[in-house]
């Protein structure tokens, strides 16, 4: 008998694995049904915020394969972001737009013009390309030191993108990027997102990446390479990033590299260490409550009535309250809503009297 | 040869405040393992008192030492209020704290001051500008100088040479023997925040007097800039903050000078770039102790 069971994320038994990765695609299997029921409930006038949510939750999930993996807190994955959607764009900009907007690209850069799913694919390609250049320098560090560079990651990333004028338009707009992102690609990328990430989490080089995040002397011991246990997850969640940044240029259509920056990291991180940075469950429930909460701050900001008496709530409420959030909540949990513990998918099988410890598949006390 | 002077005073102007930053955040890191991101957003907070202050026609000679007073107010109350209750041992949640304290700071300012660039006002003397051994240096950079000099001595004779200095580096060393030791953790961390608080103080006045202008959101790069500072000299080591920031001071002031016009728009990259070498060679920084956080 299978059965839902919300427990810590170490498995049991031989079908454990592929029920985990089971499991995470069920999770966005609901995430996606959920979606479409809000859409007929609010008869689509929420269509554009229900898709940056998808985005947004693509970001979280993927920052959660190398924050989950290796407790190393990126505050630059912004920065994979801004080169999957740059990517996308210029492998997908109509030929005839790229000679004008774009005219001293090299070679065959020129004349691709790429549907949707090969331009993601590029766009999460070149994330990771360039993830697997700069990580082995980035994951030598971990705690504070790390944040920080990760932190610099981001301005080089910016301060580049803006001065590649050939591929990227330097500070002028990005524009002119088909619009072909819909609810279908968003979500569905979410669901495969969810599944990547789960089957990472429990291969055996998640399982290895997340040995040196509890101990590296151990792990190192124990014939670990250390770079290479936090390179592959640093990979990973760059490329996942990347897609992210390529369907966000796909619905954005025209965007600049401020667009990636400092300011726009803070709500992804706070999604993903107030819902559990441990957690893929964890990751996707921050991105629900703080996306759910942003949009009720901007309904307030915009004004509301109590009877007849007309309120605004104060500008920036959004900022204001998720600082505020992280303040009260991190000292008090600091593993978030979570923690470590999943939603799986479990096999049950009836206790026999004859077996030692419990049924397979569930906890042991203590 | 002019040239290398000129860049060596600009350097010495630039590293004074950085070093400075560094310091004001190396004091706090060595004590609770706090990295502050929130660090510049405070110093923007103390250096919007010292402007109103100001646009309330007080002298200068009030100005300054109310403007300390204020930033090292600022600085014992988050610490008291936002930092204490998540405990020593936990680097990365304080750090994501100060996080979520930045974005506080910044929506408050928002709110209180709004989005335009405020005027920050500085004496006409300060911005005259003296020939020293045949290269041009304002009067404020001079200042700069002399300020971050005697700040540092001052900290010097304060961590080396008294019984309060030796608690605070006590401390820092190991929470646990101090407090065999007779030394209150605590209130330790309390003198660090007020030290980290009095310096972002002086640095509201120096930077801001140099910039001209503040905006709610100037926070951030200060605090870019101390990450650099602090990263390149070590955590936790008060001299490798001093050397990291005048690093940057002179590696800042070469490249402006010396990156050919089309490389302009990197430097800031080239200095994380820089960084990110360094560390590769040297995890632990110039001056740093090899902890934990480096490997």
């Known amino acids: 008998m299978i059965r839902l069971q919300w427990r810590t994320d170490r498995l049991f038994g031989r079908s454990a694995f592929s029920l985990a990765v089971l499991s995470a695609l069920l999770i966005g299997v609901v995430v996606l049904l959920a979606a479409v029921v809000l859409i007929f409930l609010t008869k689509g006038q929420k269509n554009q915020i229900i898709l940056v949510f998808g985005i947004n939750a693509l970001l979280v999930v993927a920052l959660q394969v190398f924050v989950g993996s290796t407790g190393i807190v990126s505050f630059g994955h912004m920065a994979f972001m801004a080169i999957g959607a740059y990517a996308a764009g210029i492998v997908s900009l109509p030929v005839a737009m790229k000679a004008a907007l774009l005219p001293d690209l090299p070679g065959v850069l020129k004349t691709v013009e790429l549907p949707m799913f090969p331009s993601l694919v590029v766009a999460g390609f070149a994330a990771a390309v ?35 004028k050939e591929f990227t338009r330097g500070t002028q707009t990005f524009s002119g990027v088909p619009k072909t992102t819909t609810f279908i690609w968003v979500f569905s990328t979410l669901v495969v997102g969810l599944g990547v990430a789960a089957l990472f989490k429990w291969s055996s080089v998640g399982l290895k990446s997340r040995m040196v995040r509890d101990d590296p002397l151990a792990a190192e011991t124990c014939g670990i390479n250390v770079t290479v246990a936090r390179l592959i997850p640093f990979v990973v969640s760059a490329a996942l990033t990347g897609v992210a940044g390529g369907l966000w240029a796909h619905y954005i259509t025209a965007f600049q590299a401020n667009s990636f920056y400092v300011l726009q990291t803070v709500p992804i991180i706070a999604m993903l260490i107030l819902g559990g940075a441990a957690s893929i469950t964890g990751a996707m429930l921050g991105a629900v409550i703080i996306s759910t909460w942003a949009e009720i701050t901007r309904l307030l900001e915009a004004g509301f009535s109590v009877g007849s008496l007309h309120l605004t709530a104060p500008k920036d409420l959004g ?48 | 040869m002019t040239g290398i002077f000129q860049v060596f005073l600009d350097g010495l102007s630039l590293g004074a405040s950085y070093a400075l930053l560094a310091l004001g955040l190396t004091m706090v890191f060595g004590v609770l393992g706090l990295v502050n991101f929130a660090y510049g957003d405070m110093i923007m907070w103390t250096a919007f008192l010292a402007a109103s202050l100001w646009a309330w026609g007080l002298p200068l000679i009030v100005v300054v030492p109310l403007t300390i007073i204020g930033g090292t107010l600022l600085s014992l109350v988050v610490g ?6 998540v405990g020593t041992q936990n680097p990365l949640s304080l750090l994501l704290v100060s996080f979520g304290l930045s974005l506080v700071l910044v929506a408050l300012a928002v709110q209180v001051f709004g989005e335009l660039a405020f005027v920050f006002p500085s004496p006409e003397y300060l911005s005259r500008v003296v020939e020293v051994g045949g290269a041009q240096v304002s ?10 000099a005697a700040i540092l001595a001052a900290l010097f004779l304060l961590l080396n040479r008294s019984e309060l200095g030796l608690m605070l580096r006590a401390t820092a060393e190991n929470v646990r023997t ?23 103080g002086v640095i509201a006045l120096l930077w801001f007097m140099k910039v001209g202008s503040l905006i709610p959101r100037s926070g951030l790069d200060i605090t ?24 940057l001071g002179f590696a800042e002031a070469g490249l402006a000078t010396w990156l050919p016009a089309g490389w302009r728009g990197y430097q800031q990259a080239l200095a994380f770039v820089v960084v990110v070498l360094l560390l590769l060679l040297r ?10 956080t480096s490997r």
């Open chain 1, 130 to 164: 360039v993830a697997g250049i700069i990580g082995p320098a980035i994951v030598r560090l971990t705690g504070p030191a790390a944040a920080v560079v990760t932190l610099g990651m981001l301005v080089i990333a910016n301060q580049v993108l803006r001065g590649a």
């Open chain 2, 139 to 148: 009067v404020l950079s001079l200042v700069d100088v002399g300020v971050a």
């Open chain 2, 178 to 200: 101090a407090r065999l030791m007779g030394v209150r953790p605590k209130s330790m961390v309390r003198l660090s925040f007020a030290i980290s608080g009095a310096i972002g």
């Open chain 2, 80 to 85: 008291e209020v936002v930092f204490r209750r």
């Open chain 2, 283 to 292: 995890p632990q920084g110039i001056g740093g102790r090899v902890t934990d």
């Open chain 1, 319 to 366: 900022s204001l309250s998720l600082g505020l959030a992280l303040i009260l909540f991190l000292p008090w949990r600091p593993q978030g809503i979570t923690g470590p513990r999943e939603v799986l998918l479990g096999l049950v099988r009836r206790a026999r009297p004859t077996e030692i410890g419990g049924p397979v598949g569930e906890e042991s006390p203590g």
């Open chain 2, 224 to 247: 870019l800039k101390a990450f650099i500072a602090l990263v390149i000299g070590g955590l936790g080591s008060t001299r490798g903050a001093v050397g990291g920031g005048f690093l």
